[in-house]
């Protein structure tokens, strides 16, 4: 790959510099901005990206809005400011507020269950409201995760209920509201609710209610046909087995049909963090929803068993070191993006990158979030459990994804370890009641009168229930 082109390399030289003679607030902006710079330049330097878009908006204040790398690596086109990328899964905010207003506007409630607007779905004796689909806690079967939809349909420009004949007739994973599991599924059927519901296409519907209002003059609805300018192309590295092992080339193609209402939105950095201004405000509430309809959208629902999640409509609510953020990843062929919104700083960043593999928006997004508020304090977890460890200590078992799941929970020097079958061994830190975490995966054991009887395991996108052998 040749070397990207040298202009934001030259900007973070000059700043470095000319930094000296700059009054100290210049001074220290123009520093966060050369590191900004450098935190998109090295995955690009290293070879892992092709290339990037950054956007950075504290309130008012655009801190950086810069592109790296290259759009297009066979015509050496450099990235523009405004380039425009697939955002995958960034898409599902868009389509769970899109739902959100056309319940204010009285065509829907989240109440309803989805065959008020799909009669003939099979549903297989299950209820399923609409808010069960926004928060993956449905049970049906994610395409994704169906071997045909890869080898016969994804390559394929075929009508849109192809895909649903595919994945209705499978078995349910759960029932609905007793776990939850990341589904592609839910949300493309949200599409197809949205326009029944709205009487107009989801693209036209998106466009209309959304990006307009919003003031995304650069979004819209991905088409494998359409002439977009300042578009970026794709690109993933070649497997690790081979001649041309950890080089960059084009992605491999898939057909926005299937995507949908889960993942076809094309949009650029600045754009998406204009939207977080539009749908967030200033924490309270923005342009897009009500203020009683904002409060919803952002709090996270429940499962059967009382549990409470911390996803609420395409959207991840995490906290860290007492640091609230909410943000959602996208990752789709050639394309990887994370959008977050932290809301008690109304900061707003935005990473965009045209590789699919190892370059890591989160990363990145996370790196600048620390320039910009300091590195959050670390969670506070006790020394010690209060009691016995050895209680905990056994093979919960259930399953994800249709498949069966095990995982061993063991005591190693006073602390415990959670080990699934295929992973390595994680060490657990002790929060509170019967909650330990790993990183940002919290496990909290169940007892059944003296005896721990389930283990249940919270990966923000994803919370199940095992139960103990």
């Known amino acids: 790959m040749r070397p990207r082109p040298a202009r934001p390399a030259l900007l973070a030289l000059f700043l470095s510099a000319a930094v000296t003679s700059l009054p100290a607030q210049q001074r220290d902006r123009a520093t ?57 899964s960034v898409t599902k905010q868009f389509t769970a507020a899109a739902v959100f207003q056309l319940q204010e506007q009285g065509k829907l409630s989240l109440d309803d269950d989805l065959t008020k607007f799909l009669p003939n779905y099979p549903t297989q004796g299950h209820r399923i409201p609409i808010r069960r689909l926004l928060n993956h806690t449905s049970g049906i079967k994610g395409y994704t995760e169906i071997p045909a939809f890869w080898s016969t349909l994804a390559p394929r420009a075929l009508p849109r209920d192809s895909l649903v004949a595919l994945f209705a007739p499978q078995p349910f994973d759960f029932s609905p509201g007793d776990a939850m599991i990341y589904n592609n599924s839910a949300y493309f059927l949200l599409g197809l609710i949205i326009e029944k519901a709205a009487g107009q296409p989801y693209e036209q519907y998106v466009e209309e209610r959304l990006f307009q209002p919003a003031g995304m003059s650069d979004s819209r609805y991905c088409s494998d046909q359409a002439v977009v300018k ?36 094309c949009s650029t950095a600045r754009d998406l963090v204009i939207w977080a201004r539009a749908l967030h405000g200033t924490g309270q509430g923005g342009r897009i929803l009500s203020r009683n309809s904002y409060r919803q959208f952002i709090t996270p629902d429940t499962l059967n068993n009382g549990a409470r999640l911390r996803y609420a409509n395409g959207l991840a609510l995490t906290e860290t070191g007492g640091r609230r953020m909410i943000s959602h990843g996208g990752g789709i062929y050639g394309y990887v993006s ?33 320039l910009i508020l300091g590195q959050p304090p670390e969670p506070r977890t006790a020394t010690t459990f209060a009691g016995d460890l050895r209680p905990f200590v056994g093979t919960y078992q259930g399953s994800a994804r249709g498949r069966a799941l095990a995982v061993t929970v063991s005591l ?36 059944t009168g003296a005896d721990v009887t389930e283990l249940h395991v919270d990966e923000v996108a994803g919370y199940y229930v095992l139960r103990r052998k």
Request: no cysteine; net charge negative; hydrophobic share 40%.
């Open 32 to 88: 966060l901005i050369a590191a900004i710079d450098s935190l998109a330049d090295a995955p690009i330097k290293a070879g892992r990206a092709a290339g990037m878009s950054v956007a950075v908006v504290q309130g008012a204040d655009t801190i950086r809005l810069g592109g790296y790398g290259y759009a297009d690596l066979e015509l050496e086109v450099p990235t523009p400011d405004r380039a425009v990328y697939e955002i995958g």
């Open 230 to 265: 300042r578009r970026t192309k794709g690109y993933e590295l070649s497997p690790a087995a081979g001649p041309d092992s950890g080089v960059l080339r084009r992605a491999s193609y898939l057909v926005h049909v299937w995507p949908y209402a889960a993942g076809s939105l």
């Open 338 to 370: 994370e959008l977050r919104y932290y809301p008690d700083q109304d900061l707003s960043i935005a990473v965009l990158i045209n590789t699919a593999g190892p370059a890591s928006p989160s990363g990145v997004a996370d790196a600048i979030a620390d």
């Open 412 to 447: 190693d020097s006073g602390s415990l370890s959670v080990k699934a079958a295929q992973g390595e061994p994680r060490r657990l830190a002790y929060l509170q009641a019967l909650t330990f975490a790993n990183g940002p995966t919290r496990y909290h054991f169940v007892r």
